[in-house]
């Protein structure tokens, strides 16, 4: 095995959120009469920070509005959009078999903790995990650098960082592992154009899971 610790990114990386996401970030769009794009134009919402996104959305930096967003965002996604998701075709097997290869998977997203548990346990994919790690409600750890950090001090001591590798979609996984000294993989099935990744240069850009699961398991 060439890493003994695989942090994994959520959206976008283990599953397909954009139903759930999208009709969330719509639902509270007009719950304060804002302009309402279709799920297609809300794509690039999924992986960045929510607050970052209803910013734009709102043409707004005011806290209190950005504020009553995430709330009713986080109304509807509670109550439906966590189950809106679909697992990629074999990553439950990927993560079973990295698992049983003595890797330890941990979850490394910023969406909120309490919605990343319960999707995980919803699909079944909590068994195959070692930890699992989320940004806390009030925004603490939205940073994927910070939450990175914080799981590199969580995990055992005798793990190197040269054994720890980043798996997701977007520039700010490639962004937050670097500023821990983290390899880099990047998967061109989710929501980060393949310019986006490229421009960021990660280690690896596996196109598919096959592809994955090669740079998983080849040889040091």
Sequence with gaps: MKYQVVLWDLDGTLTDPKEGITKSVQYALEKLNAPV????ELEWVIGPALSKSFEILLKSTDETLVSKALEFYRERYREKGMYENKIYPGIPELLQD????GCLNVLATSKPKPFAEEILRHFNLSRHFHLIMGSNLNGELVDKGDLIQEILRRL???ISWKQTVMIGDRRFDIEGARRNGLDVISVAYGYGTMHELEENKPDYIAKGLTELRTIL???K
């Design 98 to 101: 990295l698992k049983e290869a």
């Design 37 to 40: 794009p279709t799920q297609d």
């Design 156 to 158: 055992p001591q005798d």
């Design 217 to 219: 398991f080849e040889d």
